[in-house]
């Protein structure tokens, strides 16, 4: 099972919700990886990356992060512009990894731009560097890419916001590599939504893009809680939301 974990914007980081992910992981013994899908600080400072990368060590199980727009200097001109990745980098390596576990194979996507303050750009070059990422993942694994910025939002709520605009080609090439799903946040808004048929794409199985609210920040959108999702060995997800009498996160419906 793995943990998908979204928008921790350290920084502005509730302490409880640390702990109970910190308790979550210590009583889920089926848990085999912890996905961030960026947005790990709010500012991009690195006292906000130290804290991140010390809660995510603290959680003791392998993890793979990708960055998110807060990741990258946004008032500091200079270093936005010169050296955006050079914290990120510094804690957590290369942008886009990939964490291969028992029943997973993930592989991280770094959707972020310096000229760009939300939205979410990918390259053809990524979408080729994807693909032989997905030729060479083992069959029997479940196959999941890890990007910031949603590939579709619902248009009632959100509109076309923020989506790469590469996001239908990409599906198709991946999709008949067997991709099963997307992993993001972004929005602080939780979802599970079929790509194949939303895209109308020529693709026999579904694609599956996975929403995570932000898991531990203060900064709510819309009385949505804190949350996050867990996905089993068989593609099932399950989510679960902060209950702030209790102090522990629950399992809801999406
Ligand atoms: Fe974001």
Not at 19 to 46: H, P, W
Not at 96 to 108: A, H, I, P, S
Not at 212 to 234: D, H, V
Request: proline residues 4%; glycine residues 8%; hydrophobic residues 40%.
């Amino acid at each position: 099972m793995l943990l998908h974990l979204s928008d921790l914007h350290f920084g502005t980081e509730k302490k409880s919700c640390l702990d109970a992910i910190r308790l979550f992981c210590k009583q889920s013994s089926e848990l085999e990886a912890v996905v961030v899908s960026g947005d790990l600080t709010q500012r991009a400072k690195f006292a906000e990356f130290l804290a991140c990368k010390q809660f995510l060590k603290s959680l003791h199980l392998p993890y793979l992060v990708v960055p998110g727009n807060h990741d990258i200097p946004l008032y500091h001109v200079w270093k936005r512009v010169f050296y955006p990745f050079t914290f990120y980098e510094g804690f957590f390596g290369p942008a886009e990894q990939v964490l291969e576990t028992k029943n997973f194979y993930l592989m991280g996507l770094n959707s972020i731009r310096r000229r760009h303050h939300t939205k979410g750009d990918i390259s053809f070059a990524q979408i080729e560097q994807m693909n032989h990422k997905l030729k060479k993942a083992p069959a029997n694994k479940l196959k999941l890419v890890v990007v910031h910025q949603p590939f579709y939002t619902p248009r009632k709520s959100h509109g076309w916001k923020d989506c790469p605009k590469q996001a239908k080609l990409a599906l198709e090439r991946w999709g008949g590599l067997g991709l099963f799903g997307l992993l993001h946040g972004h929005l602080h808004h939780t979802g599970v939504y079929n790509l194949t048929q939303l895209f109308d794409l020529n693709v026999t199985q579904p694609i599956w893009d996975i929403h995570a609210g932000t898991a531990t920040s203060w900064r709510l959108r819309k009385n949505q809680p804190n949350s996050f999702n867990t996905i089993s060995a068989t593609g099932e997800v399950k989510h679960y939301s902060f209950h702030e009498l209790k102090g522990v996160y629950l399992e809801t419906g999406l």
